[in-house]
């Protein structure tokens, strides 16, 4: 079915070169038991590792990050941080100048913008979350640098470029560096660069994208203001919001609400800059969904709580796509799922879920960051982390140079390649897996522990100053049971929430093999009692296949946090040779447009094969799981300059014959139908 290229076999050929060899050679229990010896024992008394909660007159958050490196991958999990530790995000600065040893950044004549701080933002959690000399030495070179050359006057960053705009992702890898280390001199240098900050604003206002994103600048107050206390910070977080664009506002009266064109945001004018154009753009919006959550920390204002499901709704009911993404291409796109969504946008947004779900406590956030990080997240990769697109779209049935269908992109934007379009995303994507991994648990406002997410993991924290470590242990989300063994230091009491994603209904619960109440769905499961090392909780979440409604009446099948795609036979062509890796286009070499014969009432009873899970679970060649479903082709739906037109309006008819799908997770297909029409009358 899928042809085989000497294309494609060439490029299989580069990927084994390039890196996915030494994590095969690896076998999982060495790979465990490295984990296991990491840092902080497992014993004793100890407040390592613990969250620091918002000190007052903050507002108390329902749940607190853990410091860096008290969740650590286990599993398939590990193995992908691996796998971007072996491709380009562990390779980046060999390959590419923007981030290499000629870096402002590090002291160089080189780039001096957004590049080497949003490297640093990704690379630095990742080297830490599997304790990699080799990273961790990439990492320190620049943090060295901005730490032995902040100005007389607090300013950091190099001379050569005073944007306030790159500083806030550097802030944010600082802040992420001393929670890994505990390196004494960080919130030093980060007091004096927000009261030179809170002294030079008033004059050299926030402008352009620092403007559009001050709240990634707050959180890094709100993260300092919770270690020294100093009221200064919180005048300083008022004033950036006071600078910022207001996103609440913008939201309370959306009007955006189509697909934008460079001439309604006056693209062409003030360097692309203008208001209108960078409130409709992606990066910005996906950052955005957290400044509610953000600055209720500060206002205490319900109404800023609510903000975020304001800004949620509006981009699902004009925006929203099936792999948990809003289109942006790179403005606003619509619904129909030919349009893409940039990378930078992807990683941008799971942050922003993160840390907003942190705040509120909301579950439907948790819900939403999985169904990113398990299909669109790795749908926009090669399987080796090499490549990247800039835009993916979830009906991608060619990426070619093409300039059909972005709103404002060139016709790069859909090629897996080192920096497709622009180089943002090449810089910029470190950050997804590894913040994700940090963010699966967290400490509650109550003194308990937190399961945000899942995937395999073990925990090191402390709970009441008594050390306690969490081994998780599942397939999730190929398969639907996490198996947990609380091991506290010594018998204690604690509450522990689950988080039961509003499709798990159903959901059962057993701790020490004895079954507990039913959990609600869309909510946390709080259970408080003495834990007990070796105490074992079963979660069991029903993975039944199911239909989502979506553009044009389409439908896409999910299961758990799973989208399912068709996977068009893809022929693999090298475009050119980038350095230590490669751009490729991708060409159909099947039929594609197909439209499903199935129903609500039969989704359920769709054939389901699993296999095991492999290193590379989000490879189309180690798929964990596979669903077979009926459908028959539809000769009108075709695609123009290598683009699907938009979905027919379903129900749909068809005299083709009934062929019988394998449908596979979204992101294993790099060409793929995940919005089908319906066929009528089945
Ligand atoms: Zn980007």
Redesign the pocket.
């Given at each position: 079915m899928r042809t085989v290229s000497p294309a494609s076999s060439s490029r299989r050929r580069f990927l084994k070169q390039a890196g996915a060899t030494a994590l095969a050679s690896l076998p999982i229990t060495t790979r465990t038991a490295r984990a296991l010896s990491a840092d902080t024992p497992a014993s004793g008394t100890s407040s390592a590792n613990a969250a620091i909660p918002n000190r007052t007159p903050l507002a108390p958050n329902a749940f607190y990050t853990l410091p860096l490196g008290a969740v650590r991958p286990t599993g398939w999990l590990r193995s992908q941080l691996q796998i971007q530790a072996n491709g380009l995000g562990g390779h980046l600065d060999e390959t590419w100048a923007d981030v290499g040893p000629n870096s402002a950044w590090l002291g160089g004549t080189g780039e001096a913008w957004e590049r080497g701080p949003y490297f640093l933002d990704g690379l630095l959690p990742l080297a830490y979350l599997l304790d990699d000399p080799r990273l961790k030495a990439k990492a320190r070179k620049f943090i060295e640098w901005t730490l032995t050359h902040q100005a007389p006057d607090g300013m950091i960053g190099p001379s050569s470029n005073n944007d306030w705009w790159p500083r806030m992702v550097m802030l944010k890898a600082l802040a992420q560096y001393e929670e890994a280390t505990g390196d004494p001199r960080v919130i030093p240098v980060l007091s004096r660069y927000f009261a030179y900050q809170l002294k030079n604003l008033p004059t050299r206002p926030l402008r352009d994208w620092g403007k559009f994103r001050w709240q990634d600048n707050v959180l890094v107050v709100i993260w300092l203001y919770n270690r020294t206390g100093d009221p200064s910070l919180l005048d300083l977080a008022r004033l950036l919001h006071q600078q910022g664009f207001d996103w609440k506002a913008d939201f309370a009266d959306f009007k955006y609400t189509q697909r934008i064109t460079r001439e309604a945001i006056k693209l062409n004018e003030g360097g692309g800059l203008k208001d209108m154009a960078l409130a409709t753009h992606g990066?910005n919006n996906g950052q955005a969904i957290k400044s509610s959550p953000v600055w209720s920390v500060i206002s205490k204002d319900e109404s800023d709580r609510q903000g975020i499901h304001q800004m949620l709704s509006a981009l699902d009911k004009y925006h929203g796509l099936p792999n948990g993404m809003f289109s942006c291409d790179e403005h606003f796109a619509g619904q129909n799922p030919s349009q893409g969504s940039?990378?930078?946008t992807v990683v941008e947004t799971m942050f922003s879920l993160e840390q907003s779900l942190a705040i509120l406590g909301d579950a439907s956030l948790g819900d939403r960051l999985e169904r990113i990080a398990f299909n669109a997240l790795p749908g926009t990769f090669t399987d080796d982390m090499w490549a990247h697109q800039?835009n993916q779209e979830p009906n991608q049935v060619e990426c070619s140079l093409h300039h059909k269908p972005w709103t404002t992109d060139g016709p790069e934007s859909n090629l897996y390649g080192l920096e497709p379009n622009?180089g943002?995303?090449t810089a910029?994507f470190h950050q997804a897996w590894p913040k994700f991994t940090a963010s699966l648990w967290m400490a509650s406002h109550d003194g308990g522990l937190v399961a945000a997410a899942y995937s395999p993991c073990e925990v090191r924290t402390s709970v009441g100053g008594t050390a306690v470590h969490i081994l998780e242990e599942t397939d999730y989300p190929f398969r639907g049971t996490v198996r947990l063994t609380v091991n506290p230091a010594t018998p204690m009491n604690f509450p522990l929430r689950l988080r039961i994603p509003k499709w798990a209904s159903g959901a059962t619960i057993h701790i020490n093999g004895k079954a507990q109440p039913g959990p609600s769905p869309a909510d946390f499961a709080r259970i408080e009692r003495t834990w007990k090392h070796g105490d074992v909780v079963e979660l069991a979440f029903p993975l039944q296949p199911k239909l989502m409604p979506g553009y044009m009446g389409s439908v896409s099948i999910e299961r758990g946090p799973l989208v399912f795609s068709y996977p068009i036979g893809e022929n693999w062509v090298k475009l050119q040779d980038r350095g230590m890796t490669a751009d490729w286009q991708v060409f159909p070499s099947t039929s594609w447009n197909y439209a499903l014969a199935v129903t609500d009432e039969d989704v359920g009873k769709l054939a389901v094969q699993e296999r095991s899970v492999g290193p590379s679970p989000f490879s189309l060649k180690d798929t964990p799981v596979e669903i077979k479903v009926s459908a028959r082709k539809l000769p009108k739906w075709r695609a123009v300059d290598g683009v699907a037109d938009p979905v027919p309006q379903s129900p749909v008819t068809s005299d083709q014959a009934e062929e019988q799908l394998t449908l596979v997770p979204y992101a294993a297909a790099k060409l793929r139908i995940t919005a089908f029409p319906q066929i009528q009358n089945i």
């Open positions: 990066v940039e990378l930078c800039y622009f943002c995303c910029n």
